[in-house]
Nanobody, 116 residues
């Protein structure tokens, strides 16, 4: 059974940085889409950044120029480097991975809090 374990969240001051990691275990195949979503209190979950098997990346407009997504396909790990953090980045961040068959797997989430 595939399990996702996220790490790297925490409390940081505005302008600071955090690096999120997500390791997918229990799989024999490489995932074709790996990425991060976030959900702030009272808001819908939104896609923050996605990376595809060919290396293409997409970002929500508010993250462009500040966040960088990367992956290590050999060990099914995806990272999110977040720089110049703002209070509006405060949310629970979720890792989501999609298999070649289209099955999605979600992590339990990691809290990111940015103080002003």
């Amino acid at each position: 059974q595939v399990q996702l374990v996220e790490s790297g969240g925490g409390l940081v001051q505005a302008g600071g940085s955090l690096r999120l990691s997500c390791v997918a275990s229990g799989s024999r195949f490489r995932f074709n889409i790996m990425g991060w979503f976030r959900q702030a209190p009272g808001k819908q979950r939104e896609s923050v950044a996605q990376i595809f098997s060919g290396g293409t990346t997409t970002y929500v407009d508010s993250a462009k120029g500040r966040f960088t997504i990367s992956r290590n396909s050999a060990n099914n790990t995806v990272y999110l480097q977040m720089n110049s953090l703002k209070p509006e980045d405060t949310a629970v961040y979720y890792c989501r991975i999609r298999s070649p068959s289209g099955t999605e797997y979600w992590g339990r989430g990691t809290q990111v809090t940015v103080s002003s």
